[in-house]
């Protein structure tokens, strides 16, 4: 079964800084992945995935990701932290084909932006 | 477009009822998958429709059933409440093609059960 690692469950930040959210798989092939960013009382909004291509992804609001194989990691950063990417973020791995629906999700990582 | 409704937004049961939750998806997406959330667990993936047709589940109990009407909207029914059925429920909708693993998910903002 394919797996997600979040690495630290809480990260803070000052504003202004940079913004590193640290994801790893699990997978005997490729997978395609997402990263979704939840803020409270709200579902899950789609940050930036990969599927196949450049392994640079740029997303929504600054944020981007780099796939890499050999490290089997998709990390989020973010240049410069506003108050407004406090949050939890989440990072998720699609089912082997056929996928049908099936997203497996890493635990979360709450962001902290200080003044 | 309008994007992904769950109703309701709250619900308050006690332990052995039953609830239906619903979920409308985009228009024009057909696939809707539903997820559990806890701070214990985490999210996890209970079921997908298509086209009326359940074509993935995952790992809960027979309590848990699902199904999708000609419009696209679903509904998910927990039978017998326990307490640990306390969660948010989310719903998410995509195109639902082929299966392969690109599609993107849009998410409804939850239904939130607290069982007594």
């Known amino acids: 079964a394919q797996s997600v690692t979040q690495l630290g469950s809480h990260v803070s930040v000052s504003e202004g800084a940079l913004v590193l959210l640290r994801c790893n798989y699990s997978?005997?092939?490729?997978?395609?992945l997402f990263w979704y960013v939840q803020y409270p009382n709200q579902g899950l909004q789609l940050l930036l995935k990969?599927?196949?291509?450049?392994?640079l992804v740029k997303g929504i609001n600054g944020f981007e990701a780099e796939f890499k194989k050999s490290e089997t990691s998709f990390h989020l950063t973010k240049p410069s932290a506003h108050m407004s990417d406090a949050a939890e973020y989440f990072c998720a791995v699609s089912d082997l084909p056929p996928s049908y629906g099936k997203l497996t999700f890493g635990q979360g990582t709450i962001l902290t932006v200080h003044p | 477009k309008a994007g992904v409704t769950q109703t309701p937004r709250y619900l308050i049961k006690t332990r052995g009822q039953q609830v239906t939750l619903s979920c409308s998806p985009i228009s024009g997406h057909r696939s809707v998958s539903w997820y559990q959330q806890t701070p214990g667990q985490g999210l996890q993936f209970l079921f997908e429709y298509f086209s009326e047709t359940q074509r993935n589940k995952g790992n809960f109990p027979g309590r848990f059933s699902g199904r999708q009407f000609s419009n696209s909207r679903s509904e998910m029914n927990v039978s017998t409440l326990e307490l640990g059925d306390s969660a948010l429920y989310l719903c998410a909708s995509s195109l639902g093609e082929a299966g392969t693993g690109t599609d993107t998910q849009y998410f409804g903002p939850g239904t939130r059960l607290t069982v007594l």
């Open positions: 997978s005997s092939v490729p997978p395609y």
């Open positions: 990969y599927t196949t291509g450049a392994t």
